[in-house]
């Protein structure tokens, strides 16, 4: 079946943005960890990281314009740095639950039982039970104006995984870590690894 | 295990890369159709596509600095369009195989198998094989000066899709589509659905 541009813009609200989330494909799923200056926590789960480059080691993430309060942002702007955590399949529940409109003085590690880790002086909190986590510095943000989100762009400063996932050449083994993906706004899947490919030549 | 800046700065290229790649987690599968002014047709596997709005309905995409020829990015600022189609089970291989740096005189359509599909008009070639395609209009590039990446923005004018993957409520099931995620430089994954899971409340 199709879609046209008039018929995506005349749509319900709702159902446009669970069609439009879920129609570009798998999303990566990470806890964002961070805390204001005061040391006040918080943790969100987030599907909009993605990879900008290895060397230096870069990601991006969106931040949608209107979803006030945004404690995470204004987190990473005041103190520069952040936790990466991936979402594995014991904490998918929890992981979702931090998506729930907690006030600012409330953390979502007490509201949902993850449990806060501090590793080698980095201020930003991790998750214990994630498998590999990442701490992230601040580099840069910039509004895209189209549509008024945020892109915000950290440097990867350390990373810390289990080192059964860990394969000879680099790669990561997600499957190895019971990582796992969102499609759309709520929906999460377990990936199988199929194959790795030998670099392609004509 | 843990890996320090430093160290990832000191890494042997290829080891980061393939590090770096896959420690962000899972990244979505396409192959994007474009053709020149000419009507020479191109295709390439990319993993950077990511979600940036759903009203407009937005989606970014990265191209790496120095991967010369970039056929893709030129045909796209040359004809203003281009085509997202989901990489299934069952094109995996050669969806891969598009990585391949084929003079631009050869098409990765022919040079690859997959079929050349034209919908409503749309000067960019679909991939007949894929079950969910998407026509992108180009919205605006922008070069990041942290790695001088181009990050590209277009637009969704139309959605084609297997009826069967649309639920009731917008959300599509990725799983019905047999759509795959791909992880580092090379390796592919098919995620099974887990939960959909409530709009979540404090």
């Known amino acids: 079946m199709n879609?046209?541009?008039?018929e995506i813009d005349?749509?319900?609200?709702?159902?446009r943005a669970k069609l439009i989330n879920s129609v570009s494909g798998y999303k990566s799923a990470h806890l964002v960890g961070t805390a204001d200056s005061d040391g006040l926590t918080n943790l969100s789960v987030v599907s909009s990281?993605?990879?900008?480059?290895?060397?230096?080691?870069?990601?991006?993430m969106i931040f949608r314009p209107?979803?006030?309060p945004r404690h995470t942002l204004e987190n990473i702007l005041e103190t520069k740095v952040y936790s990466l955590n991936h979402i594995n399949l014991e904490i998918v529940k929890q992981a979702h639950q931090t998506s729930a409109r907690y006030p600012k003085a409330q953390s979502e590690?007490?509201?949902?039982?993850?449990?806060?880790?501090?590793?080698?002086?980095?201020t930003a909190p991790f998750v214990k039970e994630a498998k590999i986590k990442l701490a992230m510095e601040y580099k840069q943000h910039q509004t895209?104006?189209?549509?008024?989100t945020v892109m915000l762009i950290g440097e990867i400063k350390a990373i810390h995984l289990d080192i059964n996932c860990l394969q000879e050449d680099g790669h990561v083994d997600l499957t190895k870590a019971d990582s796992v993906c969102i499609t759309g706004l709520d929906g999460y899947a377990?990936?199988?690894?199929?194959?790795?490919?030998?670099?392609?030549?004509?």
């Open 10 to 15: 005349n749509m319900d609200e709702r159902f």
């Open 66 to 68: 209107h979803s006030v």
């Open 3 to 6: 879609f046209t541009k008039l």
């Open 109 to 122: 590690f007490a509201a949902t039982g993850l449990e806060e880790q501090y590793l080698d002086q980095f």
């Open 144 to 148: 895209i104006e189209l549509n008024n």
């Open 190 to 202: 377990l990936p199988k690894q199929l194959k790795r490919f030998p670099y392609a030549k004509p």
């Open 49 to 60: 990281v993605f990879h900008l480059g290895a060397n230096p080691p870069l990601l991006g």
